[in-house]
């Protein structure tokens, strides 16, 4: 499951990825509020396949 997980989070930002440089490409300037927003969406997609991993492992009733 681990595997599948880690596989659509990179899926995901790939196609984070992929959509931004669709619209980037053409322009010669790009804001660095721009570049964050797409590094953070990329983060946010890969921190909570982490996340979801991190539960499946963590016995079920287990004190965090």
Request: hydrophobic share 45%.
């Amino acid at each position: 499951m681990r595997e599948t997980l880690e596989s659509d989070a990179i899926t995901q930002a790939l196609q984070i990825i992929d959509r931004s440089l669709g619209t980037l490409h053409r322009r010669e300037l790009v804001s660095t509020a721009e570049m964050s927003d797409i590094l953070l969406d990329m983060r946010s997609v890969l921190v909570a396949a982490e996340l979801e991993i991190d539960l499946e492992k963590t016995p079920a009733g287990a004190a965090n």
